[in-house]
């Protein structure tokens, strides 16, 4: 792929149908259940990117057989044991791969070394340090906390730990899924308000699905007791963050779109986006399969949004925002300064450079209106959240080029052939 993609202003309404791309939270989850499994599993709906292949390698590595048996369709097959003697995992960019990893590690005796490429090596596992120390593992790590980080499981694991999650909710679903597999399962304490909580109810969820199931003792304290994961066929449902992106186009160019894998059903805390979009005027039917957004003719404003239950849809609503009708204040981003880039102060360099008046703080953006947008290449950061819904902006604004535009195969490979569907 070229270095750079030109996305032209969308200047009449579209009406299509699109297949997500299967959930990267819940299939990432599934491919780490399926190998602490006790029976082989057949998951279908797995999504064809970066992150998927990279847990993919890293389960491989540690001994599980996972044999692709139809489009979107992975047969495994788990070992007796998360393999024998020194196993290094690279993980590349896959930052929930690596946290699930980081706890899974702790069910081995031998040493399971991890690493990654360096916007991985930059995110923070202090977090998960402490709680696997707690537990009784051996660790090693750069700085408390980043890649490369060498873990040794304990002789006697601890019956309780731990874990703060004011950083990232994923070294707690980490720790929870592998809680199953320790002999006397495991109390988890939670030291802090949790953020990004609608992935810890995915977590419980597929855990749920697979036979184990998650105690809450009080609101800070959970327990896993110690079981065996089901095998069997799971279906994975179309991805909501994806789902945004579609959504957004929709809502922007008084279009229809229509999702066709994804529905009231599921527990994918990106759902809620499309209440948003209800907000700013949108049509929207949703079924339990299934659902549909029609835009508005005029939007509606929104003068602050709290994001904190679904920050991975903050870059989406913040390429909406120049085109709303007054100034939008987002809000509960903490966690977007520690993603694969900074998602509150790359957005707004790169909104600048189309002219957009941009305000941020520590934990929040607010973004002003445009009238007349400037074309603009806007560098992406090696993130695929930052290519896919800047080119929802230029959509609108027209004259835009989206660099490195192949970042995309993260979460979403094929983004871009569904998103010129909006132009056919």
Known sequence: MSDARSVPRLTRPFDTTVTLPGSKSIALRQLAISALAQAPSTLHGVPRCDDADDMIDALRALGTDIRETGPSRLTIEPAATLGEGE????????????????????????????????PLRARPNHDMIDALLELGCETSAVDGGHLPISVRGPTVPAPEVSVGTSVTSQHLSGLLLAAARLPE??????????????????????????GVSIETLDARTLRVAPGSYRGGLVRIEGDASAATYHAALATLHASTVRLDNLGTSTTQGDFAFLDLCDRLGAAVAATPEGVSITGPKQLRALATVDMESMPDAAPTLMAMAPFLPAPLRITGLSTLRHKECDRIACPARELRKAGVTVDEGPDWIAIAPVSRPLPARFDTYDDHRMAMSLAVFASKAGGCEIADPGCVSKTYSDYWRDFERVYR
């Open 185 to 210: 399962g495991l109390v988890i304490r939670i030291k802090d308000d949790l953020v990004s909580a609608p992935y810890v109810a995915v977590t419980r969820n597929e855990m749920a699905r697979r």
């Open 87 to 118: 196993i290094r995992l690279r993980l590349r960019l896959s930052g929930v791969s690596l946290r699930l990893l980081l706890a899974m590690a702790a069910l081995r005796r031998d040493v399971t070394h991890l690493d990654g490429l360096p």
